[in-house]
């Protein structure tokens, strides 16, 4: 039976489910035997799982995340966009050709995207923070650089 990822939310994963992507999330290169100890089942039960749960879509990616030592030289900020009517899919599809955009969030309140960039530099940052705000349709932004990342999930 093949289910839509659209159909699938956390509340619809078993308990099982939910304690395997809890332990990718922390490590998403565990070996699938470690896995299975860990959560009691076979090994094949828990491939059967990871299969399903990619197959539906809840596991979109394996990924690393890079040291904060190689990070430390990476400014980092969140630019927030007013955008103009009706201009927020031509906006989006700009911003997805910035490779320093590293996410994309619609968001309530008086700014209607927050952009999660990285530069590797003040400078570059600067020229960044311009060329979001001279995009069409992006009526203004507000920046804040991040100082710290005090915890990660």
């Known amino acids: 039976m093949s289910t839509s990822p659209t159909a699938i ?5 078993d308990a099982v489910d939910r304690r395997l992507l809890e332990l990718l999330a922390v490590d998403s ?8 100890r860990e959560l009691g089942l076979a090994r094949s039960t828990v491939q059967s799982r990871l299969d399903r749960l990619r197959d539906i879509g809840v596991i979109r990616a ?9 990070e430390a030289d990476t400014i980092k900020a969140h630019i927030m966009l007013a955008v103009g009517p009706k201009q927020s899919a031509d906006v989006v599809q700009a911003l997805k050709r910035l490779p320093e955009v590293k996410a994309l969030h619609a ?3 008086i700014f209607d995207l927050i952009a999660v960039v990285h530069a590797p530099s003040v400078v570059e940052m600067d020229a960044l923070v311009d060329r979001i705000g001279l995009l069409p349709g992006v009526e203004r932004t507000q920046t804040a650089i991040v100082l710290s990342t005090r915890f990660e999930r």
């Open 9 to 13: 939310g956390w509340s619809s994963l």
């Open 62 to 70: 394996f990924t690393i995340r890079l040291s904060e030592r190689l």
């Open 29 to 36: 290169r565990r070996p699938t035997a470690e896995l299975a």
């Open 107 to 109: 968001i309530s309140g």
